[in-house]
């Protein structure tokens, strides 16, 4: 008898109407997913549960709980890569004009108001022919193995695919990890390439507030130096940040309080750049910008030893890992249409018809798995 595969459980679910995700983190050589059986919608808001969150942009609305006891593992498996290069949307002159209307609106705003940065978003709906998400998620997988790749559903939610290659928190014990990431240029086959003030000026911002905001909540912070890094079809510099924390005294969600949302995708200062946004953007991001991830797993640990194998479990521990991305590079399916999320940090040296051209960028490289639904 034939066996099924992750995707055709993947259909079955969808077909059903009953809540899934199925998720590949970076580089790893399984896929997981959680089946619920049942329609509720279940919240947390603590994040002291052990499963999967899909959280929203707006901080005062709660995140999507999937219990972790339903996780399971397949084996990856994968199509050859497609050409990155082989297909683009053409742009939309009324939506150009209105783009650039508000980021021209934005740079007077961080003038006026003495803002530093505010990041402007777009939604860009496409028409298309057929809806298949255990299809469109396992070309996400292919196209983009380094990235945080997810086709999560809820009939009272909706259906989000996504590939971001934005780490929000890696906690695993009392050892954290997250990432700055700002600075978008089109990949041209190599990444050893030069970046404009405007980029490394952006980037550093985005890195001082996340050190900044950490500082209160953890022992110890260590900034490592700045790296260019390839998602896709673009190229973004990064940081990482490191270090310890008491998790007794600060849990997941005061770590989570103080990097969400990040500078990269909100502004600063956090409060004025949020106001900005919710005013201005006049559309609702939902749960793009958000976060997604596993939070408090329980993993099996082996410790190193020099003795035959004789006493293994003697050398085993259990520790509480995390692992929260943030939702870019994403897009909602709805009936024969995708909206596709995208968007850009604006400080007062930004060049408007150049942001136009970088939510472009961003858009060709989530359409690019499209091609066949289209």
């Known amino acids: ?106 740079i007077a705003t961080i003038k006026e108001k003495g803002l530093v940065k505010v990041v402007l978003s777009r939604k860009r709906t496409l028409n298309i022919s057929h809806l298949n998400p255990a299809v469109l998620f396992k070309k996400l997988v292919a196209t983009y193995p380094s990235a945080m790749t997810y086709c999560w559903y809820h009939p009272k939610i909706g259906l989000w695919v996504g590939a971001t290659p934005e780490v929000l928190l890696s906690l695993k014990g009392n050892r954290f990890q997250t990432m700055s990431l700002a600075g978008t240029q089109a990949y041209a086959g190599r990444t050893e390439v030069t970046w404009g003030t405007k980029e490394i000026d952006e980037q550093q911002l985005v890195t001082d507030t996340i050190v900044r905001n950490l500082n209160t909540k953890v022992d110890q ?107 870019l590079r994403c897009m909602q399916l709805q009936d024969n249409k995708a909206h596709v999320y995208v968007g850009g940090g604006i400080i007062a040296a930004s060049n408007p018809e150049a942001e136009w051209e970088e939510t472009q960028h961003k858009l060709s490289t989530m359409a690019v798995v499209l091609k066949s639904f289209i």
């Open 1 to 106: 008898m034939e066996t099924r595969s992750i995707y055709d459980f993947i259909t079955a679910q969808f077909k059903e109407g009953l809540p899934f995700v199925a998720y590949h983190k970076p580089n790893e050589n399984k896929i997981k997913t959680i089946f619920l059986d049942e329609d509720e919608v279940s919240y947390t808001s603590n994040f002291t549960k052990k499963g999967f969150v899909f959280a929203p942009f707006d901080t005062t609305q709660e995140a999507i709980f999937f219990p972790g006891d339903r996780i399971m593992n397949f084996p990856l498996d994968v199509d050859e890569t497609e050409d990155f290069n082989s297909f683009d949307i053409p742009e939309d002159p009324e939506v150009k004009a209105q783009h650039i209307h508000l980021v021209e609106k934005a």
């Open 221 to 327: 912070v260590t900034v490592g130096g700045r790296q260019t890094h390839r998602a896709g079809r673009l190229l973004h510099l990064k940081t990482k940040i490191s270090g310890t924390v008491d998790v007794n005294q600060s849990g997941l969600k005061n770590l989570i309080t103080a990097l969400h949302p990040t500078p990269a995708v909100c502004g600063l200062p956090k409060h004025e750049a949020a106001e900005f946004i919710l005013e201005n953007e006049n559309y609702n991001r939902e749960y793009y910008t958000g976060f997604l991830g596993e939070i408090n797993l329980d993993v099996k640990q082996y410790r190193s030893t020099h003795r035959r194998n004789v006493e293994n479990l003697a050398y085993t521990s259990v520790r509480s890992e995390s692992h929260l991305f943030v939702n």
